[in-house]
């Protein structure tokens, strides 16, 4: 069946530092979301990517689709403690349902 | 807030029993989603309902079943629990179908004892 690939599984970072994450596909994906969830929460959609090449910023996060359309990444700048959490990728394949990559376990050192 | 609701927040129970977990999707939204998140599986989809019929089915076990009703809340029915069963349960809705983007309620989580 498809499958997401995510990447890193976690990091531990410094405060201030920036974070880069990926997730890519064996498949075509029509949509690519990005999700973080806090521990006991549900995930907030953090970015909607809908076409090939889109990049898209959300304050210090920025997004993009890859042209293949079987990748996107994650850039958080400047991280901060709030940002630790789980980031998920989430992909909709052509008359599929959404599949969601592992995660990437964020951790930031104040 | 996702303005995705679901009740109970918590659920504890014991291994045979059958629990009942309510979703109301944010206004306006036709399709509800269930998902089940476990520490060791992530996110695993469950089924679909979009405006009163089943849509698409996920990983989805015979013990379990949901219906969507004539005011878009959708229940989710867990029968003959197990411990594994244990889990983060997530409701999630969009607009019109597949293509819309989900926005995911606070969840119920599920102890089986």
């Known amino acids: 069946g498809q499958q997401l690939n995510q990447s890193p599984q976690s990091m531990f970072i410094q405060e201030g530092e920036d974070v880069s994450m990926n997730c890519t596909s064996s498949s075509i994906f029509n949509t690519w979301l990005w999700y973080k969830q806090d521990p006991g929460e549900g995930p907030v959609l953090l970015i909607a990517?809908?076409?090939?090449?889109e990049l898209t910023s959300n304050g210090r996060l920025t997004a993009q689709f890859g042209i293949t359309r079987k990748d996107s990444f994650l850039n958080i700048s400047a991280s901060i403690p709030s940002d630790v959490g789980i980031y998920f990728c989430a992909g909709l394949p052509t008359g599929g349902k959404l599949i969601f990559g592992q995660g990437t376990e964020l951790s930031v050192k104040p | 807030d996702s303005g995705v609701t679901q009740t109970p927040k918590h659920l504890i129970t014991a291994t045979g029993q059958r629990v009942t977990l309510r979703c109301s999707p944010r206004?306006?939204?036709?399709?509800v989603y269930w998902y089940q998140q476990s520490l060791d599986q992530g996110l695993q989809f469950l089924i679909q309902?979009?405006?009163?019929?089943?849509?698409a089915k996920g990983n989805i076990l015979e013990r379990f079943s949901a219906q969507q009703f004539p005011d878009l809340h959708s229940e989710l029915n867990l029968s003959s629990l197990e411990l594994g069963d244990s889990a983060l349960y997530f409701c999630?809705?969009?607009?019109?179908?597949?293509?819309?983007?989900?926005?995911f309620g606070p969840g119920t989580r599920l102890t089986v004892l």
């Open positions: 206004s306006g939204d036709l399709s």
């Open positions: 999630a809705s969009s607009g019109t179908g597949l293509t819309d983007t989900q926005y």
């Open positions: 309902y979009y405006n009163g019929e089943e849509r």
């Open positions: 990517l809908y076409k090939a090449g």
